[in-house]
């Protein structure tokens, strides 16, 4: 059912519904923080409109549809980095190390060292946005809502 090692995505277009499956194995290295990424990045192919764009009902590594659209997988990686361990968080929660990454967020330690790596060529180039003051008070106002 599914041609990847990490995970897919099916699109039943006649009921306009998505299954996502994901490897639960923790075998070559895919442990929870794998799983969590996977996860996200098959719901950024839904999110980012994949499946409209390429008329496909499965995407996975392996895909024919990917081949066509090699910009599938960055903007579905792109999607679960920003997601699960968006930039404008680090400063706030005192981000100083790729182990930090995956202490705070439960990253795996290769995606936590790339998002460390990116996050500091982001940092000495950015211009500060209304997305990132809009995430610090989102981030924040849940903080007080949990007490």
Not at 19 to 42: D, F, K, Y
Not at 72 to 87: G, I, N, Q, R, V
Request: glycine letters at 4%; proline letters at 3%; aromatic letters at 12%.
């Amino acid at each position: 059912m599914c041609d990847s090692e990490s995970g897919c995505t099916h699109y039943d277009r006649a009921h306009d519904r998505y299954l996502i499956l994901c490897n639960q194995s923790t075998q070559n290295h895919n442990n929870t923080g794998r799983q969590r990424w996977t996860a996200c990045h098959e719901l950024g192919h839904i999110l980012c409109g994949h499946f409209e764009i390429s008329e496909t009902i499965k995407l996975s590594e392996n895909n024919f549809a990917l081949s066509q659209y090699p910009e599938f997988e960055s903007e579905a990686d792109y999607f679960a980095a920003m997601t699960l361990a968006p930039f404008p968080l680090f400063k706030l929660l005192n981000i100083k190390s790729p182990i930090d990454i995956q202490n705070t967020f439960g990253l795996s330690t290769e995606a936590s060292v790339y998002r460390f790596q990116s996050y500091l060529k982001w940092k000495n180039t950015r211009l500060k946005t209304a997305w990132e003051n809009d995430m610090i008070r989102l981030y924040k106002q849940s903080l007080n809502d949990c007490q």
